[in-house]
Every structure is written in structure tokens, then in C-alpha cells.
């Protein structure tokens, strides 16, 4: 049997995932989770060899592409697919350029939708037409302009994040500077949305792993 991982925390989606899967498939053992932290414990386990994980990215403990990228680091981005009510071209994009198997959209015709299901099942790529080639550059943040950008987030000026982070106000500036550029928006509220909805910002970081982050080392 061949265990497929199902991320989805919708009740009756979830079942509804489960019964397809275990109708059309008679070699698959669907395992289903409802969270983020059920998901990385599943897909880490040492003793399981998925076939498949297929990845609802609205789930309690993700936001954006946050359980997505953890599955990435996981190295298991070539066996994952999105499966998401969300049809944004550019969290599409980004799940592309990442290396995920798939993205399908849940409000795909049922029929268009069992076929996206069984195509990723045999290792076929399946991305909705709408989304841009992948030869377009991924976006990426150094780890000092994620934690300027959370710095943003939390609201603190320039200055305060100067003090927080042992650096001058001008260092500070180039760098959510660069980050913005980066990100390709023109605004420090806008760097924060988008980098929240690519899964590069956080809304876990509490504010005392921050102070202890602080007070540690700054990283350059």
C-alpha cells in the first residue's frame, strides 16, 4: 500500500479527499491530519515513505506558504501537491518555482478535479493554466530583511528597530529598502503582506523569542 498524506482541515472536505482517493486507488492508504504540527510530525517521521502529501495551505498553524516551505526544507516538495481554495497567481507561482508536484484548486469541476488528483497520484505535474512559466526569479529574503520586515510588522520605526538590533538607523532603512525591492511593492505595509502571503514572515514569532533573539548576537 502506498500512504498518502492528506493536510486538510475542513471536515467534510477532508473525508470527502479521503473517500476519492480510497475508491479509485485500491493500492493507497490515505493518512488524514487537520493542522500544521500534525502535518510536519506525519511527514517527518523516519518510519513512513509518503507517496504523496497533499497540502491544504489554510490550516490552524500555517499562513501563506509557511507548512509549505517547511515540507520544502523537509525535502518533500517533489511528492506534495497544493490542494487550495485559494487560486492566487502568485502563491500558484511561488508553489511552482518551489518544486511542488502540483497546485489544484478546490473549486475546480469535480471531474477536472479527480483527473488533477489521479495525474499528481501518477507523478504528473498539474498547475492551473493560469499560472506564469517557471522560468520567472523566485523571490527570496536574506534572514536580516525577514526580521527587519518583522520588525515592520510588530510596528516599530526605524529608530526603534536600530536599538532593538544594535544597528544604525541608516542600515536599518537600506535594508527594508532592499527587502522592498526584493519583494517588487513600494510600500513597508505591503512588504509585510505579501512576505506574510509567500510564507517568508511568520505570525508565530512571539514576542519573547524576539527579545531573546535581540539580545543574542545580531545577525549581518
Same mark, same amino acid.
Given at each position: 500500500m502506498k500512504p498518502v498524506l492528506i493536510v486538510e482541515d475542513h471536515p467534510l472536505v477532508a473525508e470527502a479527499m479521503r473517500d476519492v482517493l480510497a475508491r479509485s486507488f485500491?493500492?493507497?492508504?490515505?493518512?488524514?491530519?487537520h493542522d500544521?504540527?500534525?502535518?510536519?510530525?506525519?511527514?517527518?517521521?523516519?518510519?513512513?515513505?509518503?507517496?504523496?502529501?497533499?497540502?491544504?495551505l489554510d490550516v490552524p498553524g500555517a499562513f501563506g506558504l509557511s507548512l509549505a516551505r517547511q515540507l520544502y526544507a523537509l525535502g518533500l516538495h517533489a511528492r506534495c501537491c497544493v490542494v487550495s481554495g485559494l487560486d492566487r497567481e502568485l502563491l500558484i507561482e511561488e508553489v511552482r518555482r518551489l518544486g511542488f508536484l502540483g497546485y489544484i484548486v478546490k473549486a475546480s469541476p469535480s471531474a477536472e478535479f479527480s483527473?488533477?488528483?489521479?495525474?499528481?497520484?501518477?507523478?504528473?505535474s498539474v498547475f492551473p493554466a493560469m499560472a506564469r512559466p517557471a522560468n520567472l526569479p523566485s523571490i527570496r529574503l536574506t534572514r536580516?530583511?525577514?526580521?527587519l520586515l518583522d520588525c515592520?510588522?510588530?510596528g516599530?520605526? +526605524?529608530?526603534?528597530? &536600530?536599538? !532593538?538590533?544594535? $544597528?544604525?538607523e541608516g542600515t536599518v532603512?537600506?535594508?527594508?529598502?532592499?527587502?522592498?525591492?526584493?519583494?517588487e511593492v513600494? +510600500?513597508?505595509?505591503? &512588504?509585510? !503582506?505579501?512576505? $506574510?502571503?509567500?510564507g517568508l514572515l511568520s505570525l508565530q514569532l512571539s514576542d519573547d523569542v524576539f527579545v531573546r533573539d535581540r539580545a543574542s548576537r545580531p545577525v549581518r
Open positions: 485500491a493500492d493507497l492508504e490515505p493518512c488524514l491530519v500544521a504540527a500534525s502535518a510536519l510530525e506525519e511527514a517527518s517521521d523516519p518510519r513512513r515513505s509518503w507517496h504523496r502529501i497533499f497540502l491544504d483527473k488533477a488528483l489521479g495525474n499528481v497520484l501518477n507523478g504528473v536580516r530583511q525577514a526580521q515592520v510588522r510588530r516599530m520605526s +526605524s529608530k526603534e528597530t &536600530a536599538r !532593538a538590533l544594535f $544597528l544604525s532603512n537600506n535594508g527594508i529598502t532592499a527587502a522592498m525591492r526584493a519583494l513600494t +510600500s513597508r505595509s505591503h &512588504a509585510v !503582506a505579501k512576505s $506574510l502571503e509567500l
